[in-house]
């Protein structure tokens, strides 16, 4: 994955040299749709995006993704986490740190409309008044906030390839929603 | 231009690292622990002497435990899932001649009487197993004390806990694993119960 971050950084270099001949074409294009790849086989997560840009500075967007992993299924029935985050709405605000539009890193703040299941273990009392623990399942929902930074390059003015790493806090409730929202996403995505 | 770079490499290596040593996803939510006195007992005597018996044993260790700070008892056995053994280690040692503690290899000086015992190089292993006549976790040991001398028994081998035994119930599947820290009596301020046998 280092290795990954570091070839993608790396290129970053070469395609800057060119950046001021692609800048004009895509300034005409200002939308965009991507996929997550990362988090699609790291943990089976589908989330897509679409970004507008607004002008050479920001661009406004939003993500949406849903996620059903067995793997995290099978940790939450058996303890090894207590929360399965099902679903999240992620409408983010981007600064263009660079000057060039065909590579650049960006700023990011973004809000999180999160939800899933939560479970603890709560005692209860069964028909014969005798005490018992037991695991009750409950759902959760929050709104968090967040920031990020990244890196974007693009391929012959249209697949853009992005890496991005954010990190965020739930806001309304933590005692059963997670504390910490993370963002970090390999994507690719076809500007028009 | 280069600031910013430098500020995204730092920046990018410094969230990488951190996403890394996140660990709240580490922690185990299928414990539960407890605090229930007196579930082991060392049945002492005043003196030993040469193949006198010491025991160890469960015989108050219920299904049904006064929960501290709650109003009913608890079941521990459904709260397990129907587990069907509690678990803990316990080790004999020996004062030698250098004033140093030696681990007493028991052998045939170990008897089960109820439940289960397995002795191995470190400790003694022992199963409190559920009886559903009696609805008690039952386990009774029994070591022939087979040579004089200057005796500490403890139950610390897998745990700090000083003044008693620590039991974990044999949970099977997705249900909770309840830990009881019991204190015992006759143990001193090191988690030993000191005794010595005489001719």
Same mark, same amino acid.
């Given at each position: 994955?280092?290795?990954?971050?570091?070839?993608?950084?790396?290129?970053?270099? +070469?395609? !800057?040299?060119?950046? #001021?001949?692609? $800048? /004009?074409?895509?300034?005409?294009?200002? *939308?965009? &749709?991507?996929? @997550?790849?990362?988090?699609?086989?790291?943990?089976?997560?589908?989330?897509?995006?679409?970004?507008? +840009?607004? !002008?050479?500075?920001? #661009?406004?967007? $939003? /993500?949406?993704?849903?996620?059903?992993? *067995?793997? &995290?299924?099978? @940790?939450?029935?058996?303890?090894?986490?207590?929360?399965?985050?099902?679903?999240?709405?992620?409408? +983010?605000?981007?600064?263009?740190? #660079?000057?060039?539009?065909?590579?650049?890193?960006?700023?990011?703040?973004?809000?999180?409309?999160?939800?899933?299941?939560?479970?603890?273990?709560?005692?209860?009392?069964?028909?014969?008044?005798?005490?018992?623990?037991?695991?009750?399942?409950?759902?959760?929902?929050?709104?968090?906030?967040?920031?990020?930074?990244?890196?974007?390059?693009?391929?012959?003015?249209?697949?853009?390839?992005?890496?991005?790493?954010?990190?965020?806090?739930?806001?309304?409730?933590?005692?059963?929603?997670?504390?910490?929202?993370?963002?970090?996403?390999?994507?690719?995505?076809?500007?028009? | 231009?280069?600031?910013?770079?430098?500020?995204?490499?730092?920046?990018?290596?410094?969230?990488?690292?951190?996403?890394?040593?996140?660990?709240?996803?580490?922690?185990?939510?299928?414990?539960?622990?407890?605090?229930?006195?007196?579930?082991?007992?060392?049945?002492?005597?005043?003196?030993?002497?040469?193949?006198?018996?010491?025991?160890?044993?469960?015989?108050?260790?219920?299904?049904?435990?006064?929960?501290?700070?709650?109003?009913?008892?608890?079941?521990?056995?459904?709260?397990?899932?129907?587990?069907?053994?509690?678990?803990?280690?316990?080790?004999?040692?020996?004062?030698?001649?250098?004033?140093?503690?030696?681990?007493?290899?028991?052998?045939?000086?170990?008897?089960?009487?109820?439940?289960?015992?397995?002795?191995?190089?470190?400790?003694?292993?022992?199963?409190?197993?559920?009886?559903?006549?009696?609805?008690?976790?039952?386990?009774?040991?029994?070591?022939?004390?087979?040579?004089?001398?200057?005796?500490?028994?403890?139950?610390?081998?897998?745990?700090?806990?000083?003044?008693?035994?620590?039991?974990?119930?044999?949970?099977?599947?997705?249900?909770?694993?309840?830990?009881?820290?019991?204190?015992?009596?006759?143990?001193?301020?090191?988690?030993?119960?000191?005794?010595?046998?005489?001719?």
């Amino acid at each position: 994955m280092k290795k990954l971050i570091f070839i993608l950084l790396l290129s970053s270099q +070469f395609i !800057n040299a060119q950046d #001021s001949t692609r $800048v /004009s074409k895509l300034a005409h294009r200002r *939308n965009e &749709v991507r996929v @997550d790849l990362l988090s699609l086989i790291a943990s089976s997560k589908v989330n897509l995006t679409y970004e507008r +840009f607004l !002008n050479k500075g920001f #661009s406004v967007g $939003v /993500s949406g993704n849903i996620a059903n992993s *067995n793997k &995290v299924n099978d @940790d939450f029935d058996s303890g090894n986490r207590n929360t399965i985050p099902k679903y999240e709405v992620v409408p +983010f605000v981007r600064y263009n740190l #660079s000057k060039g539009a065909a590579s650049f890193y960006f700023a990011e703040i973004f809000a999180d409309i999160n939800g899933g299941d939560f479970r603890e273990t709560v005692r209860l009392t069964d028909e014969s008044n005798n005490g018992y623990y037991t695991i009750q399942k409950s759902k959760y929902s929050d709104i968090g906030v967040g920031a990020g930074i990244g890196y974007k390059f693009y391929i012959k003015e249209r697949l853009g390839i992005e890496f991005m790493v954010g990190f965020g806090t739930n806001l309304k409730d933590k005692d059963k929603s997670p504390d910490y929202l993370s963002r970090v996403g390999l994507s690719a995505g076809y500007r028009f | 231009m280069k600031t910013i770079k430098y500020f995204f490499f730092i920046a990018l290596g410094s969230l990488l690292m951190a996403a890394d040593c996140s660990n709240k996803d580490s922690e185990f939510y299928n414990d539960i622990y407890l605090s229930v006195p007196n579930l082991i007992t060392i049945e002492t005597k005043d003196s030993y002497a040469v193949n006198d018996v010491l025991y160890i044993n469960s015989d108050n260790f219920s299904q049904f435990l006064d929960e501290p700070g709650q109003p009913n008892l608890l079941d521990i056995f459904k709260t397990t899932g129907g587990a069907q053994s509690f678990n803990f280690t316990y080790m004999l040692e020996k004062k030698t001649a250098d004033n140093s503690w030696q681990l007493v290899s028991l052998g045939p000086n170990l008897s089960v009487l109820k439940g289960f015992g397995e002795e191995n190089e470190l400790f003694v292993s022992a199963l409190c197993i559920y009886n559903p006549l009696t609805k008690h976790y039952e386990m009774r040991h029994a070591i022939t004390l087979s040579a004089p001398g200057d005796y500490r028994l403890s139950f610390g081998y897998n745990s700090a806990n000083t003044t008693g035994v620590d039991l974990r119930s044999d949970s099977i599947g997705n249900n909770l694993f309840a830990n009881i820290n019991s204190a015992t009596a006759h143990l001193d301020a090191g988690g030993f119960y000191n005794f010595s046998v005489t001719e």
